[in-house]
């Protein structure tokens, strides 16, 4: 089994800044692409960010110039630098990865379980 873990989040005011973390432990061959979600109250969960193993990016326009994702594949480790927050960047944030667990096995999609980001004065 894989789990995923995320930390980091919290309240901040408007112009802050706050770093999300999600790591991945368990039986893990390889992860492949790993994204961060989120979903703000009333409203449908959306795509954020992604990067490949090989570090490729991209970013919703929403947050292009702000924040920015990255990956330790040595520490099964994504995470999303969030700068010049804005209250309607306030939702919950989750992480998912690609995940093969054995050299032969398929690719399986595991999610985190969702940290709370606030943005308020």
């Known amino acids: 089994q894989v789990q995923l873990v995320e930390s980091g989040g919290g309240l901040v005011q408007p112009g802050g800044s706050l770093r999300l973390s999600c790591a991945a432990s368990?039986?893990?061959?390889?992860?492949?692409?790993m994204r961060w979600y989120r979903q703000a109250p009333g409203k449908q969960r959306e795509l954020v960010a992604v990067?490949?193993?090989?570090?490729?990016?991209n970013y919703a326009d929403s947050v292009k110039g702000r924040f920015t994702i990255s990956r330790h594949n040595a520490k099964n480790t994504v995470y999303l630098q969030m700068n010049s927050l804005k209250p309607e960047d306030t939702a919950e944030y989750y992480c998912?990865?690609?995940?093969?667990?054995?050299?032969?096995?398929?690719?399986?999609?595991?999610w985190g379980q969702g940290n709370q980001v606030t943005v308020s004065s």
């Open positions: 368990g039986t893990i061959f390889s992860i492949n692409v």
């Open positions: 998912n990865a690609d995940v093969q667990t054995t050299k032969l096995g398929y690719i399986y999609r595991y």
């Open positions: 990067i490949s193993s090989g570090n490729s990016t």
